[in-house]
Nanobody
Framework: QVQLVESGGGLVQAGGSLRVSCAAS????????MGWFRQAPGKEREFVAA????????YYSDSVKGRFTISRDTAKNMVYLQMNSLKAEDTAVYYC??????????????????WGQGTQVTVSS
């Protein structure tokens, strides 16, 4: 069993930066992938970024590529999402998620078994 707790959300002006964190408790095996998803009001949940626990390969949605950076600290069981050049359309609840097997559809929320409670990110224009 893995538990995920996000932190670091808040209010930031457009063009600014913010880092959200995800603390994972329980055993994270090398096969895991960790992901960030977001959901804005009235919209479907969307994939943001993912990282393989072993090796650190990263994957991004086109909407955040070049602006966001996902990273992990395997010693601390932490996952981070550094968000730069934030836009109003980045406003959403950001969720951390864990996929125990790094499935072939790593961008799809159904691949992820464990989810955090989410942290609100609001970007003012």
């Amino acid at each position: 069993q893995v538990q995920l707790v996000e932190s670091g959300g808040g209010l930031v002006q457009a063009g600014g930066s913010l880092r959200v964190s995800c603390a994972a408790s329980g055993r994270i095996f090398s096969s895991y992938a960790m992901g960030w998803f977001r959901q804005a009001p009235g919209k479907e949940r969307e994939f943001v970024a993912a990282i393989r626990w072993s090796g650190g390969n990263t994957y991004y949605s086109d909407s955040v590529k070049g602006r966001f950076t996902i990273s992990r600290d395997t010693a601390k069981n932490m996952v981070y999402l550094q968000m730069n050049s934030l836009k109003a359309e980045d406003t959403a609840v950001y969720y951390c998620a864990a996929d125990p097997t790094f499935g072939s559809r790593w961008w799809h929320g159904d691949e992820y078994v464990y989810w955090g409670q989410g942290t609100q990110v609001t970007v003012s224009s």
